[in-house]
């Protein structure tokens, strides 16, 4: 209760911020007219502002300002999301060029990596120490760029991101404390108090969307935490924010192989992420959606508490929400309606689960449905 007591300010303060300035910032939004953009990818209707990370990124930088003392790393961090939400808010306003838009995430992330140091480091194995240099900042910088990028593709749906982004966090933070980073702790529950204000604006119906300038800021800075926080095994540098940031990359990792194996640019639009799945081909509402992808990430953020403390035990439930999703991916037709690996194999072995014109998910189908996305249409996202 001690610990909890004196935790209390860091996010209650980041809370109330972004409480109050979310309405601010939808109001700038209205006045600058920077709306979200309706096509046949969205799900949303009317005028809604997407400049809503303003809110969190502003609570964060001045109770971050207030309660913690500034070294070489913690600025490289402030800059480094400064540089990136400029160029999230940039595109917010004026959508700009995805290769544009990652210049921006390329900088900041390179910002971190040479004045703050936020990069792997040694990796351990038992005995074995790898100190290779340029492994460690090539691995640390497409690390920093691709979660960034991985938190704004889910941002999808009311509260997806932000409320994915908030769990992540937590998780990134219990594990820094018994871990002894107390300082760790401290800025993830400035975070936490930040994107937990700004959240009951932007839950289904949202009146306010965080924009690229959220989801970029959030990306980022939960790549640099979990690359601070967890320097130790090389299970645990690299394993760790894996186990945690789950759903986003395995999201993306998909979206990417879809796309490429159908001929179209990673960069085009489609009806495929996990989000879209549950909605259009499972049935589930908005708001089930969401829930559901929380639980998901919950589940996958408690394996990497019960990791540091029982491995073994982690090691199993990991393997089993891994098969699971595997499975849903084949059944779903993520990937593409035709690749199932898993189930082809049961429907050779055992002559389970057969095709049919009207069976419910994809990968059973005698005749598939286009899943193909819109031409030319493209996604504002790098």
Known sequence: MNVFFRALPYFLVSFFLALIITPVAKRVGFFLKIYAVENKRTVHHGHIVRIGGLAIFLAYIITMAVFMRADSTLNAIMI????????????????????????FEIVAALYVIFFGGI?????????????????????????????????NLMDGLDGLAAGNSLIMICVIGFISYFMNRVDISIMTLILAGAIAGFLPYNFHPASVFMGDCGALFLGFTIACYSLLGFKTTAFITLGFPIIILFVPLSDTTLAIIRRKASGHRISEADRSHLHHVLMYKVGLSHRNTVLLLYVVCILFGLDAILMYFHPFSAWIILFILCVIAWI????????????????????RTIGHPRKSENAFFEANKLVHTNTDPPKREEENES
Do not use: Q
């Open 80 to 103: 480094g999301s400064l540089i990136i939400f400029v160029g999230g808010f940039i595109d917010d306003m004026f959508d700009l060029r995805p290769i544009v838009k990652l210049l």
């Open 119 to 151: 990069e792997l480091g040694n990796l351990t194995f038992g005995a074995f120490t790898i100190d290779n240099p340029v492994a460690s900042f090539i691995i640390s910088f497409f690390w920093i760029v691709g979660v960034s990028n991985a938190i």
């Open 328 to 347: 849903f991916i084949e059944l779903t037709g993520m990937i593409n309606p035709k690749f199932h690996p898993i189930i082809g194999f049961l429907r």
